[in-house]
């Protein structure tokens, strides 16, 4: 298939012409006959964006007015599984929390690029789930890596809608935990829209071809609610995004160790 075998090697190359000369190809297996693996096999940045909608930064009842700047974390590869696989609640913690995101893919290299030209570097977008052990992100006094990286914590896909199937580029997120709404707002909300991210974080790193961008989450998060509603095993998030589709993930507890 003239050189592309993975959806990296797509992606770096723009081959968009090459996916599409594909929908006409007959399929070998139904979606419900194989395993989805993440849409992005390896991304090389994965950046996070916290607190980007309005009521999500009245949460924090911290008195703050709207940031000057985007607050931004990391999260690794090994921390997202895919559509389908199972979010791990980890022996370390009771507080695993849901956060419904759109996430950006990188289509074409930049350093400091302006926002008139951000749409023009993105490839697609797809869903996240951006899972967070909520006790842990607070153990550090300036940084939330540790929450925000637990292996199986959170999740990514089914797969990246290409930006020509969104002439309005807005998008309406809905979380749903076992069917209940937690959060559903429109990605129209944003404070820092996706053009700006996208100027800001090249403004310090280059931006290459599969990199993600975690867009942030609405209010709903179970964490901001009064009492608290975590994750419990067997529960299941959905996080739907319009025009993309369903990302689908079930919680189950990782063992606990047999006492001897
Ligand atoms: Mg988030």
Redesign the pocket.
């Known amino acids: 298939m003239v050189g592309v075998g993975d959806i990296d090697t797509l992606i770096a190359a723009g081959s968009l012409d090459v996916a599409s000369s594909l929908l006409s190809a007959p399929t070998d297996f139904g979606l419900d006959e194989v395993r989805v693996l993440p849409p992005v096999a390896r991304p090389g940045k994965i950046l996070?964006?916290?607190v980007n909608y309005p009521e999500r930064n009245e949460e924090y009842k911290d008195g703050s007015t709207a940031p000057a700047y985007p607050s931004l974390f990391v999260r690794f590869a090994s921390s997202l599984v895919a559509d389908g696989q199972s979010i791990v609640r980890p022996r370390e913690s009771s507080e695993l929390d849901y956060?419904g995101?759109l996430a950006v893919v990188i289509g074409r290299t930049g350093r400091r690029i302006p926002p008139e030209a951000a749409w023009d570097h993105l490839f697609g977008v797809t869903i996240a789930n951006?899972g967070?052990l909520r006790d842990w992100v607070r153990h550090g006094k300036f940084n939330v890596t540790q929450g925000k990286n637990f292996d199986c914590s959170g999740s990514i896909g089914p797969w990246v809608s290409t930006l020509d199937e969104f002439p309005t580029r807005t998008w309406q997120i809905t979380t749903r935990v076992n069917g209940d709404v937690r959060q559903d707002d429109s990605t129209a909300r944003m404070i820092f829209p996706i053009p700006a991210l996208v100027a800001y974080i090249s403004a310090f790193c280059t931006l290459e071809p599969g990199d993600l961008i975690?867009t942030?989450?609405p209010s709903g998060a179970g964490g901001r609610l009064t009492p608290p509603r975590y994750l419990e095993p067997g529960d299941e998030i959905a996080v739907g995004i319009s025009g993309v589709g369903t990302l689908r993930n079930r919680v189950i507890a990782e063992p606990q160790i047999e006492e001897p």
């Open positions: 996070c964006v916290g956060e995101e951006d967070t975690l942030g989450t």
